[in-house]
């Protein structure tokens, strides 16, 4: 009998553990700091066990880890490079569905001369998008094609039905990771020059992309996208960009909030005890001024402005309690925007990955290909992230036990053993990319 433990029993983690449970010879021990929630995810399942674990009992998580063969984490990403120490220290194999971090990156050769595997970036974003990205990069260099651009979009979102509140967003994954995304600077190649954006820019730049059957979608750049020439492998291109996808108006107030300083992560003590006290207290507005006009002159809106007007639906200008009185301003926008944001019982979300690629060919023909994948949350069971991301993990975990996977160290799913099996059985569980390919003249 097979062991796994997942560690984590959020929002993505219910696809994960049902399928684990599905495979037949396989034990699967869940463990989070709320039981609850893990017991939620095995049920009744004789092969399935939940656990208590704070991160911080390191005997407690290391008894989890040497019991089983591989461990799939799902928490927060800043604990997986801990994670990662134990499953060396131990000889266990790992899988996420986070970035590979300086710290991770740091465990590729220990890893390797132990003969193990640690697979990250098994998700959706990333996950999904290198697997398909390869898969239409390697089938178009067997054509004998080069890869001249390469504009990858992938955006998480309400379903259009679903889209119901002023920031045309709800959360299906960790909030606090959405929010922390928009601290980063962005790097990409357009015609061969690098443009770097500054993260307080980062929501200036931004274009309009069409989506089909859906409509027009804000798309801006994510992360560093130079690196994915030589992670792609394609030291040909001239354009290479990977992009956030948004429902319009959602960068221009990401980026007012950015110029409140409500992205900050360092923690403070407030003696405001409201989130209207918090605003003042942080801006620096006195308590004989309209709070909702100040701001609004601060940020050089009217005060019946659309982005205004969310402020004040959020609650920022209202008498709600501070969830806590020791917090950074990012952890409180957070907590207030989970609380509003959040998915009702029957409403979908949806996902959306666009790969838009053009393919010089020797004979001087040149083709667009456009492989697109929507995928939509089902009403009262599984959303649509958490079957994306926890699928493949699960998946990445199956070749695992199945001793697939040919390379060792940290790996990410960009080689054929890898992704080729993980979109077939992705594509009969009915998640499906459709290819669109044009010649240019």
Same mark, same amino acid.
């Given at each position: 009998?097979?062991?796994?433990?997942?560690?984590?029993?959020?929002?993505?983690?219910?696809?994960?553990?049902?399928?684990?449970?599905?495979?037949?010879?396989?034990?699967?021990?869940?463990?989070? =700091?709320?039981?609850?929630?893990?017991?939620?995810?095995?049920?009744?399942?004789?092969?399935?066990?939940?656990?208590?674990?704070?991160?911080?009992?390191?005997?407690?998580?290391?008894?989890?880890?040497?019991?089983?063969?591989?461990? /799939?984490?799902?928490?927060?990403?800043?604990?997986?490079?801990?994670?990662?120490?134990?499953?060396?220290?131990?000889?266990?194999?790992?899988?996420?569905?986070?970035?590979?971090?300086?710290?991770?990156?740091?465990?590729?050769?220990?890893?390797?001369?132990?003969?193990? *595997?640690? =697979?990250?970036?098994?998700?959706?974003?990333?996950?999904?998008?290198?697997?398909?990205?390869?898969?239409?990069?390697?089938?178009?260099?067997? /054509?004998?094609?080069?890869?001249?651009?390469?504009?990858?979009?992938?955006?998480?979102?309400?379903?259009?039905?679903?889209?119901?509140?002023?920031?045309?967003?709800?959360?299906?994954?960790?909030?606090?990771?959405?929010?922390?995304?928009?601290?980063?600077? /962005?790097?990409?190649?357009?015609?061969?020059?690098?443009?770097?954006?500054?993260?307080?820019?980062?929501?200036?730049?931004?274009?309009?992309?069409?989506?089909?059957?859906?409509?027009? +979608?804000? /798309?801006?750049?994510?992360?560093?996208?130079?690196?994915?020439?030589?992670?792609?492998?394609?030291?040909?291109?001239?354009?290479?960009?990977?992009?956030?996808?948004?429902?319009?108006?959602?960068?221009?107030?990401?980026?007012?909030?950015?110029?409140?300083?409500?992205?900050?992560?360092?923690?403070?003590?407030?003696?405001?005890?409201?989130?209207?006290?918090?605003?003042?207290?942080?801006?620096?507005?006195?308590?004989?001024?309209?709070?909702?006009?100040?701001?609004?002159?601060?940020?050089?809106?009217?005060?019946?402005?659309?982005?205004?007007?969310?402020?004040?639906?959020?609650?920022? +200008?209202?008498?709600?309690?501070?969830?806590?009185?020791?917090?950074?301003?990012?952890?409180?926008?957070?907590?207030?925007?989970?609380?509003?944001?959040?998915?009702?019982?029957?409403?979908?979300?949806?996902?959306?990955?666009?790969?838009?690629?053009?393919?010089?060919?020797?004979?001087?023909?040149?083709?667009?290909?456009?492989?697109?994948?929507?995928?939509?949350?089902?009403?009262?069971?599984?959303?649509?992230?958490?079957?994306?991301?926890?699928?493949?993990?699960?998946?990445?975990?199956?070749?695992?036990?199945?001793?697939?996977?040919?390379?060792?160290?940290?790996?990410?799913?960009?080689?054929?053993?890898?992704?080729?099996? *993980?979109?077939?059985?992705?594509?009969?569980?009915?998640?499906? +990319?459709?290819?669109?390919?044009?010649?240019?003249?």
């Amino acid at each position: 009998m097979k062991k796994v433990c997942v560690l984590g029993a959020g929002l993505v983690a219910g696809p994960l553990v049902e399928y684990l449970l599905n495979l037949g010879e396989v034990e699967v021990k869940v463990a989070d =700091l709320d039981e609850g929630r893990a017991r939620q995810l095995v049920g009744q399942h004789p092969r399935g066990q939940a656990f208590h674990l704070d991160l911080r009992d390191k005997e407690k998580l290391e008894d989890l880890i040497a019991g089983v063969e591989v461990v /799939a984490s799902m928490v927060p990403y800043t604990f997986h490079p801990y994670v990662a120490g134990l499953c060396l220290e131990l000889g266990k194999h790992l899988v996420t569905a986070s970035y590979v971090s300086p710290e991770m990156k740091k465990y590729d050769e220990p890893a390797r001369s132990k003969g193990l *595997i640690f =697979l990250n970036e098994c998700g959706l974003d990333p996950g999904l998008d290198h697997m398909e990205a390869k898969k239409c990069i390697n089938q178009a260099r067997a /054509a004998g094609g080069q890869v001249l651009s390469f504009i990858s979009y992938c955006g998480g979102l309400p379903a259009p039905e679903a889209n119901n509140n002023p920031f045309g967003y709800k959360f299906s994954w960790s909030p606090r990771g959405v929010l922390l995304a928009g601290r980063n600077e /962005a790097r990409y190649l357009k015609d061969g020059q690098e443009v770097v954006i500054p993260a307080e820019e980062l929501f200036n730049h931004f274009e309009l992309v069409e989506i089909p059957g859906l409509g027009q +979608f804000e /798309a801006y750049p994510n992360r560093n996208s130079v690196i994915y020439r030589q992670i792609y492998d394609i030291p040909e291109v001239q354009t290479i960009m990977r992009g956030t996808l948004r429902y319009p108006g959602w960068c221009f107030k990401l980026k007012k909030i950015g110029e409140l300083g409500l992205l900050d992560i360092n923690d403070r003590e407030w003696t405001a005890t409201t989130y209207a006290g918090f605003m003042r207290e942080w801006l620096g507005i006195k308590d004989d001024e309209d709070l909702k006009a100040a701001v609004a002159s601060r940020l050089k809106l009217d005060p019946e402005s659309d982005t205004i007007k969310a402020f004040e639906w959020l609650g920022l +200008f209202s008498s709600k309690p501070l969830p806590s009185q020791k917090s950074s301003p990012l952890d409180l926008l957070t907590a207030i925007m989970w609380d509003k944001m959040q998915y009702e019982k029957n409403e979908r979300d949806m996902n959306i990955l666009k790969h838009e690629l053009l393919i010089s060919y020797p004979s001087g023909q040149k083709e667009k290909l456009v492989s697109t994948l929507i995928d939509f949350g089902q009403p009262g069971g599984h959303s649509s992230m958490s079957r994306l991301v926890g699928w493949p993990v699960a998946l990445g975990v199956k070749l695992i036990l199945q001793n697939r996977i040919k390379g060792r160290g940290v790996l990410i799913p960009t080689t054929p053993d890898i992704y080729e099996p *993980i979109l077939a059985e992705l594509k009969a569980l009915g998640v499906n +990319f459709k290819e669109e390919k044009n010649l240019i003249n």
